[in-house]
């Protein structure tokens, strides 16, 4: 991969461009990760965070390039909380594991954040402007990466500090619960 931080100092312009193409590469990442053996219960988890970040690659160029329409806005901004609710479980089971596990559950922390990081970084500091006067409730319904109903309260439940509630945390139960409501098209 490319090292975003030297991107941004040496070519400061061309950081959204390198950042889609990161997305691509941790993408296909995620999507090894997924399907290999050392997966387990998180096999359909990384999949469809898989197909997410894939997603948000095109979606982030056109909302750089300020052609994005409301339901791509909002398909990002669902896409840059899946992904950093990812962050959090894969976190917390790195906490949990020991040997290889914790390895493992570390590589896909790495791999969520690094996706996180370009989503939130490109739209924060090349796109500062495209949610303004969006339509939120007509977007949403559209979104190409669509959070339903049933992962509002397992995203509530990833956006409180992992160090105090996370040893609390079903982490099977809530990436099931991810897996099945967060809708990618």
Known sequence: MTNAALIAL??????????QARLAETAAAI????????????????ARLAAVTDRAGPMLAAAVNQVASEAQ??????????????ESIFNEAARRA??????????RAQL?????????????EFAETVYLGLDWVTAQ?????????GAEMALLTLDQDSLV?????????????????????
Do not use: K
């Open 10 to 19: 040496t070519a400061p312009e061309q950081f959204p461009q390198a950042a």
């Open 31 to 46: 999507l090894g990760e997924s399907l290999s053996v050392r997966a387990g219960l998180y096999a359909a988890f990384l």
């Open 73 to 86: 806005l909002a398909g990002l901004a669902n896409a840059e909380r899946v992904l950093r609710a990812a």
């Open 98 to 107: 020991v040997r290889r596990e914790r390895i493992y559950a570390m590589r």
């Open 112 to 124: 969520t954040r690094n996706a996180w990081a370009d989503v939130a970084l490109v739209r924060r």
């Open 141 to 149: 319904a559209v979104a190409p990466v669509r959070i339903l109903p």
């Open 165 to 185: 509630t996370g040893p609390a945390w079903n982490l099977p139960e809530l990436t099931a619960t991810l897996s099945r409501w967060v809708i990618v098209t």
